[in-house]
């Protein structure tokens, strides 16, 4: 095994905390598409999705439900084990 390949099995032997953003906002029963994510919806018509994939294919599930919504993704990021605690913890 490559270094590459070493590193990458190694970055998903835990979940990963990620947070999406797409404009818009969901009605209660499309936001259901999403449980097991903390859904935030902010005041500028944001929606925010926070929470574990536990591999690529959950991940690329996630982005394909918000694309079948047609709402635009504005972005992806993962957070750092720093950014998943304040997360946790409320922090701004």
């Known amino acids: 095994m490559n270094k590459t390949e070493t590193m990458s099995a190694q970055s998903w032997s835990r979940p990963?905390?990620?947070?999406?953003?797409?404009?818009?906002?969901?009605?209660?029963?499309?936001?259901?598409?999403?449980?097991?994510?903390?859904?935030?919806?902010?005041?500028?018509?944001?929606?925010?999705?926070?929470?574990?994939?536990?591999?690529?294919?959950?991940?690329?599930?996630?982005?394909?439900?918000?694309r079948d919504l047609g709402v635009p993704l504005l972005s992806v990021k993962r957070l750092s084990a720093d950014e998943a605690s304040a997360e946790r913890n409320g922090a701004p």
């Open 16 to 66: 990963q905390l990620y947070e999406i953003r797409f404009r818009g906002h969901l009605d209660a029963r499309r936001a259901q598409m999403f449980e097991g994510l903390e859904m935030a919806q902010e005041p500028d018509g944001e929606t925010v999705l926070t929470g574990p994939a536990i591999d690529q294919a959950a991940l690329h599930g996630i982005l394909s439900k918000i």
